[in-house]
Structures are given as structure tokens and as C-alpha cells.
């Protein structure tokens, strides 16, 4: 479905990303983890076109998508939801839901946008009231709605950024079971950026770790915790990451 290959980015003369190649297979879950400032939101944002690429390729169903524009490379099916969730304000849930609908499914037509909300709020549980206001969301609404928001894009690649951030740990687990689901019910793929690695090394098919803007390892969770390099990155700076390896040895 994604094929990644070579992939460079160059801010001035530092490399944050570096010649990173990898393969998303339908309907799979692919984690990808790595250290403060190894790359991970730099190759986001190049899969969702928010940056180009210095060098490399990104294939999409065999179409190459480097460079293209975020509006496109969501007409064609890659959605995601972002760290820090900023919703309108003024607008309700369903606004806020619909006019995603209405930007990512490349149509101008207001059914097909209030049809995809509708199914995008039920799917993660939020109210499918016309005027319930984002104001009354906690860290948890909030989350679901950045969920239906992409949702309602239409996605056959599904982009998680941090999705567990600011969740407490029962939150968390409902999260995390909520895109297991949805990846069952809609036979969607996802790739899964988290810093929380504990809970996504349970839901994942397979996990991908960079380090300085390099892949260093990839495989099933249980194997790339035992890779000595992948523990060396986290060993002093990250003690939770740790002891998600640990327990994700088995
Ligand atoms: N626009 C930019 N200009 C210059 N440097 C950048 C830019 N964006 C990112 N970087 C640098 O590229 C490196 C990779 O950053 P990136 O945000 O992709 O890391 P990350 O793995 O997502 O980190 P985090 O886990 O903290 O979100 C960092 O050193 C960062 O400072």
C-alpha cells in the first residue's frame, strides 16, 4: 500500500531524516517510535505533504506522492490527526467534523460531508448532536474528535500522531483499543507515531524505531525489543520506554 524508499530530509545543512525506507501492507498497524527529535514528525509531515522531501520516494497504491500537496495526498487517501488537537472553537463537534468530511473527501457536496461525520462521530463515540459544543471536551473528547476529523477525510492510510498523549492510563487503553477497532471494523491501515510505548507495543503488527533520523531497527514488537540497539537509545533518557521494552520481551 506505502512504499517508502531512500527517503532525505535536509533543514540547512542538518539531516533530520536519512534515507529511511520501509513498507506499509494493507491493513496492518505499524508503530513507529524513536527518541526526542529522531525524525518521526519530520517523516509524518512528509507522508501528509506538509513538507517535501529532500530526496527519496513515496509511493502510495503504486502513485508517487513526495511533494504533493496536503490537500491531495488527502483526496487520495492518506488522513491523520495531529499531537496538539486545535478544533474551531466557535463551531460544534459536528461542525468541526463536517467541514473535515467536506475538505478530504474532495466533493462539494454537503450530504456526503454530514454523512461522513455522522459515521466518523459514531465510530469514536462522540455525540452525533448538530450543536453539542468542543468547549465541555476533556484530553480524552478532544483526542476523539482529532480521530473523527481524519475519520471523516475518508482514509485508506490512517496517520496517528501521539494519540495517547495527555491521557491518563485507563483513557489510554481506551484509546488504543478504539484504533484496534477501527483498523478491524473499517480494514484500516495505520501508522502510529507514540511516545507511550508500552500500550502501542500491544496493539501493533510491527514497529519501526529511528534514531538521528535513521531506521536502526524493524520488525515484530517482541523482537525489536531485544534489539541491544534499540535499548541503548532509550537506556538514561527514557526509563518508561525501558520498561515498555521489558515487558514487551515477554
Ligand atoms: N523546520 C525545521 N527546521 C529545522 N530543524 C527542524 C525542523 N523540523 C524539525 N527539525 C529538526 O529535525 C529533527 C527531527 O525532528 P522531529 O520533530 O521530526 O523529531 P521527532 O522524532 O518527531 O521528535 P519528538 O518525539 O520530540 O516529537 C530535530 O532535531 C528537529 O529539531
Not at 94 to 106: D, I, P, R, S, T
Not at 143 to 164: H, Q, R, V, Y
Not at 218 to 238: C, F, I, K, N, Q
Request: no cysteine; net charge neutral; charged share 20%.
Amino acid at each position: 500500500m506505502l512504499n517508502v524508499e531512500g527517503l532525505v530530509k535536509r533543514f540547512g545543512g542538518f539531516t533530520a531524516v536519512n534515507g529511511v525506507s520501509f513498507k506499509v501492507e494493507p491493513g496492518e498497524i505499524l508503530g513507529l517510535i524513536g527518541p526526542n527529535g529522531s525524525g518521526k514528525s519530520t517523516i509524518f509531515n512528509m507522508l501528509s505533504g506538509t513538507l517535501s522531501p529532500t530526496a527519496g520516494s513515496i509511493r502510495f497504491e503504486g502513485r508517487e506522492i513526495a511533494g504533493v500537496s496536503p490537500h491531495s495526498i488527502i483526496n487520495r487517501g492518506i488522513g491523520r490527526t495531529f499531537q496538539i488537537p486545535r478544533p474551531f472553537r466557535r463551531l460544534s463537534i459536528f461542525e468541526n467534523v463536517a467541514l473535515a468530511g467536506f475538505y478530504g473527501q474532495g466533493s462539494h457536496s454537503q450530504s456526503k460531508a454530514f454523512a461522513a461525520a455522522e459515521q466518523a462521530l459514531a465510530l469514536v463515540g462522540l455525540p452525533g448532536d448538530r450543536h453539542a459544543r468542543v468547549d465541555g471536551l476533556g484530553a480524552a473528547g478532544l483526542k476523539k474528535l482529532e480521530l473523527a476529523k481524519a475519520l471523516a477525510t475518508g482514509p485508506k492510510l490512517l496517520l496517528a500522531d501521539e494519540s495517547l498523549s495527555g491521557l491518563d492510563e485507563h483513557e489510554m487503553d481506551q484509546a488504543a483499543d478504539m484504533l484496534d477497532r477501527i483498523r478491524k471494523e473499517l480494514g484500516m491501515t495505520i501508522i502510529w507515531v507514540e511516545h507511550i510505548m508500552g500500550v502501542l507495543m500491544r496493539i501493533v503488527d510491527r514497529v519501526m524505531v529511528l534514531d538521528h533520523g535513521e531506521k536502526i531497527a524493524e520488525g515484530l514488537p517482541s523482537a525489536v525489543a531485544h534489539d541491544p540497539r534499540v535499548v541503548e537509545v532509550y537506556l538514561g533518557t527514557d526509563s518508561a520506554a525501558v520498561q515498555a521494552l521489558a515487558a514487551a520481551r515477554g
